[in-house]
């Protein structure tokens, strides 16, 4: 397989789910499954089948439905949690087994009042049962952000030995610097014996803003596989975000690496994943959020006007999102002012919008936005003489 692919690892229907609030029923979670399938998603984690009925019911309805993309399922190192797994999976082309355990400190004494040679024996353990029912088997070493580096190369190689094809380092609180993320990485890559027989995956959390920088060293130091979710949806800030990952491995070609997603969907999957988990999208938010590719200061419009690579390093035709738009404010100028006439159908000289721009000006010290009703209405006082040129 090309070294240089990074495989999209969506995690919108398990780990995005868990915010308060965005339940999926079976019906939602297979219409977004299709449509994840249909982006070019490679891995598809479709749910936490031991959690609950309607978790089964979900992953094995996902199982039945999807042909190319693999689909994923979520347990605890814990027998009964990975047969269930299994028994939701049955009908999947590609089925894989996502199980793990915490690895650092805080897991290991404060959650399961264990040591780290227990905990190695129930991770090895755990994917050894999960590969009686499939050789595609994910560990997860979770909090391995703060995990030890040296204890986690340990049982990175120990669960690669038992069978795990693909290790999951999650920096599952969000606490890391890039540096930090990349470094461990980079450890694993040079202190784990047999790391060649595995992909290495990134999961990273939000918390402090750093989840696409982390995924993004994560793979610069040789993780080929980002687990994320449409949004940047998850658990408290939430999860890396598809959209962004998937944009700066396409922007940043001198990285040499790509991925399989569509990049023309990545703003209509948006606004489905929005409207079906019921989570209005942040206007700022990269690539998706509606003021992504506007503009309303006057240095910024004169110059995207001018020339759009000023201000704009992605088309938003690219991306599936609607034209830029010049979004006039009181902070707006006459190039811009000209240019949403000439929108309208009015081609006004410079000394027009001249007299215009000061009628412009009033009118935008009341209003938040200037629409074009407003615009229309100007245009017509002025050529009815009504707006006076001195």
Known sequence: MPNDK???????????????????????????????EDLGVDIIEAGFPVSSPGDFESVTAISKIIKNATVCALSRVVQNDIEVAAKALKYARRPRIHTGIGTSDYHIKSKFNSTQSEI???????????????????????DAGRTDNEYLARVIEAVIKAGATTVNIPDTTGY???????????????????????????????????????????????????????????????????????????????????????????????????????MPVQPNKAIVGSNAFSHSS????DGFLKDKLTYEIIDPVDVGADESKIVLTARSGRSALAFRFRKLGYEFTRNDIDVLYKEFLKLADIHKEIKEENLVELAKEYQSKEISVA
Request: hydrophobic residues 35%; glycine residues 8%; negative net charge.
């Open 176 to 278: 890391c610097l890039p540096h930090q993320y990349g470094e461990k990485i980079a450890y694993l890559i040079n202190n784990v014996p047999n790391i060649d027989k595995a992909i290495i995956s990134c999961h990273c959390h939000n918390d402090l803003g750093l989840a696409t920088a982390n995924s993004i060293e994560g793979v610069v130091n040789g993780a080929r596989q980002i687990e994320c979710t449409v949004n940047g949806l998850g658990e408290r800030a939430g999860n890396t975000s598809l959209e962004e990952v998937v944009m700066v491995i396409k922007q940043h070609k001198h990285l040499g690496l790509y991925t399989g997603i569509n990049a023309k969907k990545l703003n209509p999957i948006s606004r489905l994943v929005s409207d079906i988990m019921r």
């Open 6 to 36: 990074v495989f999209i690892f969506d995690t919108t229907l398990r780990d995005g789910e868990q915010v308060p609030g965005c339940k999926l029923n079976t019906k939602e979670k297979t219409e977004l499954a299709l449509e994840l």
């Open 120 to 142: 190695l024996e129930r991770a090895i353990q755990g994917v050894k049962w999960a590969r009686n029912f499939t050789d595609n088997v994910e560990f997860y070493a979770e």
């Open 298 to 301: 006057g240095i910024h419009q």
